[in-house]
């Protein structure tokens, strides 16, 4: 596994090798969100990826990055959300197996999803601590490859090819991006494609009030854990680690935060007028956007909507 | 106003005179749907277009054939659905003035969208003799030009562009295209598109069971009222026109009811994997190929999603 913060060059080869297994997703722009925030914006659809989130890029991206006697012993990882079914997925892909450890609370569509693609669930308590223990076990048993869903160079990696076709797709500069931070593997990698397809492109991170650990991290220099967690937005409860933090520190402009009501606003928009289901998390970037209107005014904003897997009989509308 | 069946060129010329003002909308596909249908499915997302549905492409198309001596008269239509915000929106576009009748219990979100636009709104009683004679009285006070919702070739010819476009982004040839049929004015385009630019290629329409005065007027050669009217696609119940039943009979292969019940799981099919808001009038054709797999079973088949403009407070699932 690479050392090394990802270079452009390892971008491109990401994203040649991840082509042929993804969606080349759209970029959505709606008259109506131009007016009402008073910027140009460019909607990076990843909502519309395989498995409905950006994760399987990364999770291809480290899979097939694994040498032949690693894919042989199988992956592994701990996750509820779209990390689980990403790696799934792409274990799948690659014929090889996959162990996804999930909480026994996880809900049923994502444990069915899981299962859907082959792999192996193990289930445990959701403490941080049994994750990882249960993780542990399975790698002394398999020999399997942990596969870490954000503090992993080429997940980053990974998740940094869909910033690069935002780049790529649309005409004109990009004066900003911005992404959600969670754990910080999608906001590193817009920031490293930014940083190195458009020279110039600041990147900003949205980040739910309720989740607050990256903005506090950022500012103080240190990573920090959030005051509390309590936040429609379940993507992106977990805190920055010691491969994105860096990065972040490096490339990203500032942090903003939002609501749990600003979050739930910006996902209605983009249900009700660009006719696309993205969940909480993936509505938290045009939410700041919306906040902040005098920050953006008059420019041109990539926004990427991160997923959009959500219990349509739990809708916050 | 042409009064001659849309031709190849027709429809060309439509294209080249619509693109500037539509979003080229994308082709979506589904893994999860290509498996549960056997087929292998082209996904034409007008839900994804301007105003929410085809029928901006219709509106804009009827609109700009008018003189400018017509355009300074004005437009007029009666529609509480996606046929007034497309004409209210066409006519913005080219500054010309739009006189819609709407009856007093059109949903108020449609509403607002046609006073969005700037269009003067009328109401009526919610009759079909109300609405055409109130047309008549706008007609008589403004010179305004009527633009009928279907049975009119440039409308028709508008429709037509979205099959152009599923053809010509589809790389390989498609077995066959399904679109709902109300009134037929985007079935006749679609069948026309298909008879022009990719001949062979099979057209059939899905109507709901509980509109089924297409399937009936198609077998008994007559065009011909519903058994009943009861359904939750409220888009699609029109009947046939004259201009529309003949071009029907020429060029589609056969007409396919379904259920209410087989609408709404096709639809929650296209929410919850695909990631996209489509309307019940929307889902009407994938709801017939998963009715029919035998028929459709390992071709590829385009569908045609045609609008998205659902409330969604008040969603079926």
Not at 47 to 55: C, D, E, R, S, T
Not at 215 to 241: E, N
């Amino acid at each position: 596994m690479s050392e090394t913060v990802p270079t452009r060059e390892a971008i491109e080869i990401a994203h040649k090798r991840v082509e042929p297994f993804i969606h080349h997703t759209p970029v959505m722009t709606s008259q109506f969100l131009n007016d009402l925030s008073g910027a140009e914006l460019f909607f990076k659809c990843e909502n519309l990826q395989k498995i409905g989130a950006f994760k399987a890029r990364g999770g291809l991206n480290s899979i097939l990055s694994l040498s032949p006697d690693q894919l042989e012993n199988g992956i592994t990882t701990h996750s509820s959300g779209n990390h689980a079914q990403a790696i799934a997925f792409a274990a799948a892909k690659v014929g090889a197996k996959a162990f996804i450890v999930m909480p026994e609370n996880s809900p049923l569509v994502k444990i069915n999803a899981v299962k859907g693609y082959g792999a192996t669930i193990t289930f445990c308590e959701n403490t941080q601590e049994e994750r990882e223990r249960v993780v542990q076990e399975i790698i002394s048993e398999t020999g399997a490859t942990f596969i870490h869903p954000f503090n992993n160079y080429e997940v980053i990696t990974g998740q940094a090819t869909a910033a690069k076709e935002l780049i790529e797709d649309v005409q004109d500069k990009l004066d900003a991006i911005i992404a959600p931070v969670g754990g910080g593997g999608l906001l590193c990698g817009t920031a490293l494609s930014a940083h190195y397809f458009s020279p110039g492109t600041k990147v900003y991170a949205g980040e739910p009030e309720g989740a607050a650990d990256a903005v506090l991290s950022f500012r103080s220099d240190k990573i920090q854990k959030a005051p509390y967690v309590k936040t429609i937005a379940d993507g992106l409860l977990t805190t920055l680690g010691d491969k994105t933090f860096p990065i972040i520190k490096a490339y990203v402009t500032d942090i903003l935060t939002v609501s749990d009501e600003e979050i739930v606003g910006a996902m209605r928009y983009l249900w009700e007028r660009m006719k696309i289901v993205v969940e909480p998390s993936g509505a938290v970037s045009l939410a700041a956007v919306l906040k902040n209107k005098e920050l953006f005014a008059g420019k041109k904003i990539g926004i990427i909507l991160t997923g959009g897997n959500v219990d349509l009989g739990k809708l916050p509308f």
